[in-house]
């Protein structure tokens, strides 16, 4: 598979002739409509302002050039979330020629909503009607051209999984793109709303600002239903004008609430899903011969759900996502390590002076062999989540979990980040995309990196082996458990304090049980990993070489000495750990080297106390005592997430503030819990 | 109903009832506040609707209604509607009179006389929710046992939820059917438009239905 990547997506350079989006329901099969078009060539960023994921690509059926852009899946254009807000504001800027709405057959009357939603809104819309083997196999039967006749519009059947009605569709779209204006829609509100939108209508007619690229009849619609986005729009219109809109809209809300109440947007709503209701009768049918057959996913989900069964299940299955990729990972990560320590001697081999082979060895070949070691593990990772996610399950994962989340004011998808976290903290961030809510999404980056990750592991073992030989298992536990009761006590803390009124309601679909196909999982996994390897990448390769600089710098010193500039500062902060019981420039030394990646610890012991690995025992068990080594372990266990976590922070939440809190709070709870271990531990007479 | 409540009781449980759907939580402060009331004769208030099972509260706690407590209120509030509704719209009183009136009527008002009422509503004042009895034989979507279907008659709530649960379809008239509940208790998991949807049982509960 050839996966083309170019920089950043340039519109300007090379105008498509036209543009299409892509636009439906989560779980209808969006994701592989977009991929069967664009093939792989495919770019994806952020749209701008926010951190939903943008993708677009060219087309690659036929002569016609087409620049396709894949919108987030949604359920309506309201206004709840980011992704629909991104939605809806490229749908109403004109941009697209034209809008592929992506239907699930299956679940056709909830999916219309949209549909009937952009329709309103003046969208030039094509139905790409999906999955109609699977809503043939429940005995869904849909009368595809009576649908385009009601609807008014084009309605293509499709099955994206098998490229089924892929050419249909790009002659659909082509065809309508010829058309100048989509035929006005509306739907039918009733006597009372009618003729209040009526009044709004003729009022809006005459402010230009608002038709040149809205129907007058849908800004009337969203000015019943108060909108805010609407609101701004009207806030910046000149005074008169605006006086006068914001009178009529008031007025027309109050005589509509004298009759409805406060019930006028759901009146709104079930007026939208009425029309859907009278659309599809005789459109529709479902062949009931066996009564209430129940379909393969409930048979599934009795198991897979079930009471008793449900939750061992699910920790099965997280147990296997581990297993597979950590031990398919880590042979992997050692022969690139493997490789690049046999790069770098043999490059050293031809290098005479001792500086520039370090330079280039230790900084550079360091650096890039530093972020590749991360590739398999995290890719590997991405691939079965992405399977996860297309096959269904991760719907399930947050079902079952949700009621435990709650517990730390958390959404149950918070449940997935947090547990990868214990592999690695880089994906359990990056896995906190797939939450909606902003606020649970900021605290479960905060968190994540309280998970102690894999690479913290050889700092224990190497402690616990001196120190607590006899209470091995349980002393790495109590590191593990503390970090647990750390995360949930400061996930308490943030949602309290930081992101308060911010709980997004759990109402989500699950969907039917799908073999996820092969292409879309792969470039799932691709379009994730190599966003963390182009932002990541950078700020790791950057941090190793800065460390290489300290430790050679000022010229001539032996690498990483006290005489170094890396000592310096060791011996410099050395004082900031004397009440933890670390106060040696050694220890300090290891910390700032441990920020690198967090098992890099116990080799910067070993160099700064001059020993090899069987040496270093002996050189810790002097320096360190039982008490100040536990204490030593919680601050490696919280102290600042190490660099690759922290550029991932920064480039999940776009924001320097949230990643310098990240740093900040975890340096001062590592340092101030260390302090309480350290001096508790003495007043309890155990230094 | 064992005992009638007096009206200053109907009172007390009307304004827990208000403030529990603006407040997260509702405290002794608030309703004594909202009734111009001194905090220790709310306190004793509060403590006879605890006998009576009508509200929880501990001490310096938050004041919750219970089943019995919300499904009374409801009643109250339902009756004071009816009878503000019929004061504006038929008898074109003054709103903030018919208010205060309302206040005064709905707790001597017989309950033969009030069928009456809503009936008279019903044929000569086009009105839609307000007109039926909320309370009578409807529950909660989250209280249902699975395997139950129902039809949906009322969402209690308002703002961004709402519209939430309205626009994943959950719409008056539509039927649902439970279908399960997670291993830990909660959420659960409805058949609804043909599609399964999974809500906490705190959504759930602003969800009104009748059992089919």
């Known amino acids: ?687 | 109903m064992p005992k009638k409540l007096s009206p200053s009781m109907q009172d007390y449980l009307e304004t827990i009832l208000d403030l529990s759907s603006t407040d997260d939580e509702v405290r002794i402060t608030d309703i004594a506040n909202r009734l111009n009331i001194s905090k220790a004769s709310t306190n004793q208030a509060i403590g006879g609707l605890v006998k009576r099972g009508m509200v929880t509260h501990r001490h310096y706690g938050p004041v919750t209604l219970t089943e019995m407590g919300r499904s009374e209120a409801e009643k109250i509030r339902y009756r004071h509607d009816v009878l503000k509704k019929l004061l504006i719209d038929v008898m074109k009183v003054d709103p903030e009179v018919a208010e205060q009136d309302a206040c005064l009527m709905e707790h001597t008002i017989s309950q033969e006389t009030l069928t009456k009422l809503v009936s008279f509503m019903e044929t000569y004042v086009v009105g839609r929710e307000e007109t039926e009895m909320p309370e009578k034989t409807y529950t909660r979507l989250s209280d249902l046992m699975v395997g139950t279907k129902a039809i949906i008659k009322k969402i209690v709530s308002s703002g961004s939820i709402k519209k939430r649960i309205l626009e994943m379809g959950l719409t008056v008239g539509t039927t649902v059917e439970v279908k399960g509940v997670a291993p830990m208790g909660d959420p659960i998991d409805v058949l609804v438009k043909g599609y399964h949807l999974s809500l906490r049982k705190k959504e759930a509960s602003l969800v009104l239905v009748e059992v089919v």
């Open chain 1, 1 to 687: 598979m050839s996966i083309v990547l170019e920089k950043r997506p340039e519109r300007e350079k090379r105008p498509a002739p036209i543009t299409v989006a892509v636009a439906g329901n989560p779980n209808s099969g969006k994701t592989s409509i977009f991929n069967n078009l664009t093939g792989s060539h495919q770019q994806v960023g952020n749209w701008p302002g926010v951190t939903v994921t943008k993708k677009e690509g060219q087309l690659v059926m036929g002569s016609t050039k087409a620049r396709i852009v894949d919108l987030p899946g949604i359920y309506s254009l309201g206004a709840y979330s980011e992704d629909e807000m991104v939605a809806r504001d490229y749908i109403l800027s004109g941009e697209p020629d034209v809008i592929i709405d992506v239907v699930d057959a299956g679940n056709i009357e909830r999916n219309l909503y949209l549909t009937t939603q952009m329709l309103e809104a003046g969208g030039n819309i094509v139905i790409a009607l999906n999955m109609l083997d699977e809503a043939r196999r429940q005995n869904i039967h849909i009368d595809v051209r009576a649908l385009a006749d009601r609807l008014g519009i084009p309605v293509v059947p499709t099955v994206a999984r098998l490229q089924q009605g892929m050419k249909e569709l790009v002659e659909a779209v082509l065809e309508d793109a010829g058309q100048s204006k989509p035929k006005p829609f509306r739907i039918y509100y009733g006597e009372l709303i009618e003729s209040e939108l009526e009044i709004l209508e003729e009022l809006v007619k005459t402010v230009p600002e608002l038709t040149a690229r809205l129907h007058p009849r849908y800004v009337a619609v969203k000015l019943l239903e108060d909108e805010d986005w609407l609101h701004k729009k009207i806030e910046a219109l000149n005074g008169d004008t605006r006086e006068r809109l914001m009178m009529a809209a008031g007025d027309s809300i109050n005589r509509l609430r004298k009759h409805y109440g406060e019930d006028l947007d759901s009146a709104l709503i079930e007026q939208r899903y009425s029309f859907i209701a009278d659309l599809l009768k005789g459109v529709v049918t479902r062949s009931e011969d066996k009564k209430e057959k129940d379909t393969f996913t409930e048979v599934v989900d009795r198991v897979v759900l079930n009471r008793y069964l449900g939750i061992p299940i699910f920790l099965l299955v997280m147990f296997g996502m581990f297993q597979t990729t950590f031990t398919l990972g880590a042979p992997l990560s050692d022969m690139i390590e493997t490789f690049f320590a046999w790069l770098g001697g043999w490059v050293a081999g031809g290098i005479s002076s001792p500086l520039m082979s370090s330079l280039i060895v230790d900084a550079v070949i360091g650096g890039v062999g530093s972020v590749l070691v991360f590739v398999p593990p995290i890719f590997l990772l991405f691939l079965i989540i992405s399977i996860l996610e297309d096959s269904g399950y991760m719907a399930r994962a947050a079902y079952i979990m949700d009621r435990f989340m709650q517990n730390l004011g958390l959404h149950g998808r918070s449940f997935i980040p947090l547990l990868i976290g214990f592999g690695c903290n880089v994906p359990a961030v990056m896995a906190a995309r797939s939450l909606e809510n902003k606020g649970d999404r900021l605290t479960t980056i905060l968190i994540a990196p309280l998970m102690s990750c894999a690479a913290r592991l050889p700092v224990y073992v190497l402690f616990v082996g001196i120190f607590f030989t006899a209470y091995q298992g349980l002393a790495v536990f109590s590191l593990y458990l503390l970090g647990i009761v750390l995360a949930i006590i400061a996930a308490h803390l943030f949602k309290k304090f930081l992101f308060r009124g911010e709980e997004a309601p759990f109402i989500l679909e699950i969907p039917p049980y799908r073999i996820p196909t092969l292409k879309t999982a792969l470039l799932h996994m691709w379009e994730r990993g190599s966003q963390f390897l182009k932002k990541a990448g950078t700020i790791i390769f950057a941090a190793v070489v800065l460390v290489w600089a300290m430790s050679n710098l000022p010229w001539g010193v032996e690498y990483a000495s006290q005489e170094s500039l890396m000592g310096m500062m060791g011996s410099w902060l050395a004082p900031v750990f004397e009440p933890l019981g670390f106060g040696t420039w050694q220890a300090a030394s290891a910390l700032i080297f441990g920020l690198l990646a967090k098992e890099i610890v116990v080799g910067t012991l070993a160099v700064v106390y001059g020993a090899g690995e069987v040496g270093l025992a002996a050189a810790i068990s002097s320096a360190y005592t039982p008490l100040s080594a536990f204490s030593f372990m919680v601050m490696v266990l919280v102290y600042s997430p190490c660099v690759a976590t922290i550029a991932a922070i920064r480039r999940e939440t776009d924001s320097r503030g949230w990643t310098a809190f990240a740093i900040g709070y975890s340096l001062v709870l590592g340092w101030v819990l260390a302090l309480t271990v350290y001096q508790g531990g003495k007043l309890l007479g155990l230094g």
